[in-house]
């Protein structure tokens, strides 16, 4: 597959596209010279300069993640000289993706894969098994190879309860809550994952990625206070939401989350937990019930006519919600809704 | 008490109403014998409504209900005439081709446009616990209307009519647009149940249509109100509750059923020895698999021990029973600890002093090892059983199979000829 083709292979994410078109056209700057002078001369000499050209373009390293969040991080990382596709699309839940075949073809064409890890993506590990059947390279992106990221070593994870005892107690996640890139300060450490391994795949673009990555980080320190300031109004604030996601913005922001709707994965709540739901929420004065966009809205929708409180929709990943088109704008946004949101609430 | 009522009275008037209008077209579905129509005019019109979402049309506007209907009416066409080929092809072989290929449709469309699976779920998969006056507000008038058609109708929509095409349109439509709101408000599980289940119970016990959905909306009611209360009092999903209480009812319709057709004396002459042979191939079931394979899993020894833990003392020696107690306290108690550090993470996030990476990472571990401790307890708990049952697999074995035999009808008096207990009379030996 050709480079361009590689780009534009998912027309529908929309948000990955529009990183990936600049980077496109700055490779075809770079190549334009060669270009001219193909133009200029006889056909042979066209055909090898055009070969070259798209040499050029082929230079970016081509990275998969398998979420937007992770590919806005890589690109951060990577800038121009990298090539990001995130195999999931955004708004779509990565816990149930359903790999294509036009996966395995992405996967043969990168060099370095991101995962989230601790069991969120564990469809990729398939995915890879299946691709290095035909594709014996792919096999240096399999766990444990060179090209594979796993963005979570190294993160505090939260909510570790009830590994390895059993389904009935009530986690779907063997190895801790897997929202951790809702921790911005997180990205340092997830940021550090994917240098480490771009360093040592294209050690001499090495400087250059270390550079792009301390610029995006001050970028965030900047933005995380900014944050920190517009969301203390909602320190201690008792919040609701529809399934537990948001623990590590919980802790970095100081938010109370005092329940969730769905306990259980894909079961919907019984009348009893509503009910004790809605008695916690008058008790508590509950003024925000949060649900990202993917996540059922009836429940939220009732609970809310029941108590008075404000349904927020949040955006879990980036690009789940067109406000959210990268890291920064995805915090940028919810912090904007949530603040929005509790100034709307009169009163309680 | 006030709590669950106030909680669940509307989604019992909600279900009333559905129950109302399905319980009808169940009658009308069994004897035309398209029992899954609902599904596949379910899923056709969710593919409507999610290409018109694709197409940029807003989730809840009038051009989605449009292209859902008009999708709607395109499945009631296409059925209409499937009556015909009936003869060579099964209908429901049609019926469940068009579900697959809508669903497959559907699925294609999403990954196109992923922020319609969420509008699709919503389609599918209703709550009805979550529905209220503004709900009812749409189905009322709407399900008096087509009732009010359906009567005026019935004639020419009666199943036995069906040669009219027409007619057979003018059913599979307003049994369409039906279907498309009530699976939205109670989800597919629940609206088949509503559809068929009440409607088999009247079938059952009546001849005539009147008769027949009396009863039904009688049993639709009395399930619902049973679901209900059970979803409420067991802390269980209310359509899942739901379902299985109008499954329970067609069961138990059908022993009642069975029953009403014999004399009280025959009706226990026969169930009883029924559940006697079902006791013996349960334990002899049993009694085959402790002596076969002493390690694996035996779901009835595991019940008993479960509701009577003092059983295992049939089989354990006494150090085999401080062992198993006392893994089960460890195990206990490594569970507490794990949740208690827990909850001081979880409380830490919003209360008293932030908890560092380092200290995170430090709970994070000793959860890890308390919850690997516990697998160890439990691990030891299931060893000990596991060697006690393998000790005692002759004898646990034996005593299920000597309960069988006493259980089973007729073999004890078999086995012990009539009169050998009585006593001999005087004399008698010579």
């Known amino acids: 597959m050709s480079a361009s083709g590689w780009a534009t292979a998912r027309a529908s994410g929309a948000p990955c596209l529009r990183g990936m078109h600049r980077h496109e056209q700055g490779a075809g700057a770079r190549g334009a010279p060669c270009l001219r002078a193909a133009y200029c001369a006889p056909g042979v000499l066209a055909i090898l300069l055009a070969f070259a050209a798209s040499a050029v373009a082929q230079e970016k390293l081509r990275i998969l993640t398998t979420t937007t969040d992770l590919k806005s991080l890589a690109e951060a990382v990577g800038g121009d000289r990298v090539e990001v596709m995130s195999l999931v699309p955004p708004n779509l ?256 | 008490m006030m709590d669950a009522v106030a909680l669940l009275w509307l989604p019992f008037l909600v279900a009333l109403c559905l129950i109302g209008i399905h319980t009808y077209f169940g009658i009308q579905v069994l004897a035309r014998n398209v029992i899954f129509v609902d599904l596949a005019l379910a899923q056709i019109a969710a593919l409507g409504a999610t290409l018109a979402f694709m197409l940029g049309h807003p989730a809840q506007g009038a051009a989605t209900y449009a292209y859902s209907l008009a999708f709607t009416l395109l499945a009631a066409f296409i059925l209409a005439f499937t009556r015909a080929w009936s003869q060579r092809i099964p209908q429901e072989a049609l019926i469940g081709v068009i579900y697959v290929v809508a669903a497959a449709a559907a699925i294609l469309l999403i990954d196109r446009a992923p922020q319609g699976a969420e509008h699709l779920k919503q389609i599918l998969t209703g709550n009805i616990l979550t529905t209220g006056w503004h709900d009812l507000a749409v189905i009322v008038p709407l399900y008096l209307a087509i009732g009010i058609l359906h009567w005026l109708l019935r004639a020419r929509l009666a199943a036995q009519q069906g040669e009219t095409w027409l007619w057979e349109f003018v059913f599979y439509a307003s049994f369409g647009v039906v279907v498309t709101s ?37 049993v639709g009611a009395l399930a619902s109100t049973a679901g209900l209360a059970a979803s409420y009092a067991a802390d269980l999903p209310t359509g899942a509750a739901m379902v299985c209480s109008f499954g329970a009812m067609l069961a138990l319709a059908g022993v009642v059923k069975w029953l009403a057709g014999q004399s009280t004396a025959d009706a226990t002459g026969r169930i009883v020895p029924a559940l006697r042979w079902c006791v013996v191939a349960l334990m002899a079931g049993s009694a085959i698999l402790v002596m076969a394979a002493p390690r694996a899993d035996h779901p009835l020894l595991d019940s008993i021990e479960a509701v009577f833990p003092q059983a295992r003392r049939i089989y354990f020696t006494r150090a085999e029973s401080d062992t198993y107690l006392d893994a089960e306290k460890y195990a206990e108690r490594y569970r507490r600890e794990a949740e208690q550090l827990n909850e001081r993470e979880t409380r830490s996030r919003a209360e008293g002093e932030t908890l560092d990476d380092l200290t995170v990472r430090r709970i994070s571990s000793f959860i890890r090892s308390y919850t690997e401790m516990r697998r160890g307890e439990e691990f030891v708990k299931r060893e000990v059983r596991a060697r006690a049952r393998e000790r005692t697999r002759w004898m646990l074995g034996g005593l299920m199979l000597v309960v069988a035999l006493a259980v089973a009808p007729g073999v004890l008096t078999r086995l012990v000829p009539a009169g050998s207990f009585r006593r001999s009379p005087p004399g008698g030996a010579a």
């Open chain 1, 93 to 348: 839940d990565p816990e149930e993706y359903q790999a294509k075949p036009q996966d395995v073809v992405r996967l043969k064409d990168a060099r370095v894969v991101v995962r989230v890890g601790l069991d969120f993506d564990l469809w990729l590990d398939r995915l890879l098994t299946q691709a290095t059947l035909t594709h014996a390279d792919v096999r240096n992106l399999r766990r444990g190879g060179p090209g594979h990221v796993d963005a979570s070593q190294a993160i505090a994870v939260l909510d570790q309860r009830g590994i390895a005892v059993g389904p009935s107690d009530g986690h779907a996640h063997a190895s801790g809550n897997p929202h951790y890139w809702l921790d911005p300060k997180n990205a340092e450490i997830i940021t550090g994952n994917i240098l480490e391994t771009l360093a040592r795949i294209d050690p001499a673009n090495g400087a250059y990625y270390e550079a792009n990555r301390l610029a995006f980080l001050a970028r965030l320190e900047a933005a995380l206070a900014d944050w920190s300031t517009a969301l203390a109004s909602l320190q201690g604030v008792p919040i609701v939401a529809y399934h537990n996601s948001w623990a590590y913005l919980a802790r970095r922001f100081r938010l109370n989350f005092i329940g969730f709707i769905e306990q259980k994965p894909g079961v919907a709540a019984s009348p009893a937990r509503l009910a004790e739901l809605i008695r916690i929420m008058g008790e508590r004065k509950v003024p925000i019930i949060v649900r990202q966009p993917h996540e059922p809205d009836r429940a939220a929708a009732f609970l809310a006519d029941k108590t008075g409180a404000a349904v927020v929709v949040l955006a879990g990943s980036v690009g789940a919600l067109p406000a959210a088109q990268d890291y920064l704008s995805l915090f940028a946004s919810n912090v904007a809704a949530l603040s929005a949101a509790l100034k709307a609430v009169p009163t309680r």
């Open chain 2, 182 to 218: 009530s699976v939205a408000l109670a989800g597919v599980l629940l609206v088949f149940s509503f559809l068929i289940m009440p409607a088999a119970v009247g079938v059952l016990f009546a001849a005539t249509l009147p008769c027949q959905l009396a009863i039904g909306w009688i």
